[in-house]
């Protein structure tokens, strides 16, 4: 780390042409909200859930609630490193400030990869949810989504906050009444949630052994990480060194009472076992109720997705109007992502998010899709080392939201993603490491010689005290 950041008032005197700031004008709540459909608990709970059902039977649930356990140090991490580093950048300069601009450059180019990839991957499982209406070629469906998730992030974030707090309401109504139907029609009791039961081949019952909770934590410890989302928007988060922590810990918090009791609702509701693990949610509702109802659950999580689209693209619409501003790139590309629109936000970068957003839909993304998971993975791991920085020199006077139990709370991260890291495929680690690789020349090439006038992280003034 000997390439370090100058302190942040020298960066903004010597880069006084940067572009406009972000307009400060949500606060907690609306935070919140916009958070919350980054997390997008029912597409949790109806998409990725029924995986985990196939795999960990009548264990999911106490698999899903270590892996909250477990967030609650991501949240920690990003609590802390949030309001001590309150901007658009996110990641990319919480790392570059405390572990050096080096760190802080790979971490945005693996931040990079998931602003690509994600947003279509999941507007693509919008026309499965259509069905029970309509019948739509899924990549055609995730390119509509897309291109209106960028309509909707041309606007006023305030307008956008209310937008997706209404999809919002509606995919939590979604999720009571399956928690509801569940309950209704329980049979089993509360001991059944440790019984640890998946249905075997030949109808018989199998034994879900503990390795196997364990290695399903990689799925369940990121089922509520979209809370990451507070820190993109700490720039237009009102008094941010309260309200970051404040929303990273109230999106924490209600996203896993969301995913959770309906999770168990459904545990103690299924008809038998093998029903649970066949994981067949719609149908489940089905059974407990009629068509109407499954319709309608299903047009929520349709919604669902869709909202997640429109956070997704304001979110990563501000890590590239960041990158511009911290003069990231040659400066026709500065000049062009830094542009802020009639209604406030940077709409250069918002389209270049958005449209090809809606190409990729067309193409094949099994392996890009593993890519972002080793890339999401490599990017918190870099984060919680980060947070074990985050105490030293000036930084450890400075004013910020401070974690309990620190340093355990990161070592313990830092373990646990390690871990994680070891159950990726082999392929993805090594497409993830030869982008890297790639970055690592970028910056060696171009960034670090002009190390003057290039890659300046900074924070804005006005949320220093």
């Not at 907690?28 to 997390?39: A, D, F, P």
């Not at 830094?338 to 990729?360: D, H, I, M, N």
Request: glycine share 8%.
């Amino acid at each position: 780390m000997t390439d370090t950041l100058r302190p942040v008032e020298d960066a903004v005197i010597e880069v006084s042409d940067r572009p406009q700031k972000l307009k400060r004008s949500i606060g907690v709540v609306g935070g919140t909200l916009l958070t919350l459909s980054c997390v997008t608990p029912a597409s949790t709970l109806f998409v990725v859930v029924p995986d985990l059902f196939g795999s960990l039977g009548t264990a999911t649930a106490l698999t899903i609630a270590i892996g909250c356990l477990l967030c609650i140090a991501v949240a920690f991490c990003y609590s802390e490193l949030g309001t001590l580093i309150p901007s658009a950048g996110g990641e990319y300069a919480m790392v570059s400030t405390l572990a050096g601009r080096l760190a802080g450059w790979l971490v945005f180019v693996l931040s990079l990869l998931v602003v690509m990839v994600v947003p279509p991957v999941i507007a693509m499982g919008t026309a499965d949810y259509l069905t029970p209406i309509v019948h739509l070629d899924p990549a055609m469906t995730g390119a509509g989504v897309m291109l209106m998730a960028t309509l909707a992030g041309l606007l006023d974030l305030r307008a956008n906050a209310w937008i997706t707090g209404i999809f919002l309401v509606l995919e939590v109504v979604a999720a009571g009444v399956v928690a509801l139907l569940g309950f209704a029609h329980s049979e089993r009791g509360v001991d059944s949630l440790v019984t640890m039961q998946v249905a075997g081949s030949g109808g018989h019952t199998d034994t879900v052994t503990a390795m196997l909770v364990i290695s399903g934590l990689a799925i369940a410890l990121f089922a509520t990480q979209g809370f990451s989302t507070a820190v993109y928007l700490s720039e237009e988060l009102e008094n941010p060194r309260r309200n970051v922590a404040r929303t990273v810990l109230a999106t924490l918090a209600i996203s896993s009472v969301i995913i959770l009791v309906p999770v168990v609702a459904i545990t103690m509701g299924a008809s038998d076992v093998k029903a649970l693990t066949d994981g067949d949610l719609s149908g489940m509702v089905t059974a407990w109720s009629n068509s109407a109802v499954g319709t309608f659950v299903s047009l929520c999580v349709a919604l669902a997705i869709i909202n997640a689209g429109i956070v997704m693209v304001i979110q990563n619409s501000r890590v590239l109007f960041a990158s511009a501003r911290d003069k990231a790139w040659p400066e026709p590309v500065n000049n062009a992502l830094s542009k802020l629109g009639r209604f406030g936000s940077p709409w250069v970068a918002t389209l270049l998010v958005g449209v090809p957003g809606a190409l990729l839909c067309f193409v094949n993304l099994d392996t890009l899709y593993g890519v972002t998971g080793v890339s999401v993975t490599g990017m918190y791991l870099l984060v919680a080392i980060a947070a074990l920085l985050a105490r030293r020199g000036s930084h450890r006077h400075q004013s910020a939201w401070r974690m309990p139990l620190w340093p355990a709370m990161p070592v313990l991260l830092i373990a646990v993603l390690v871990y994680v890291l070891t159950l990726q495929e082999v392929s993805y680690l090594l497409w993830t490491g030869g982008i890297t690789a790639v970055a690592t020349l970028y910056w060696v090439l171009y960034l670090r010689p002009r190390r003057d006038t290039r890659w300046l992280v900074s924070i804005p003034e006005d949320t220093q005290e």
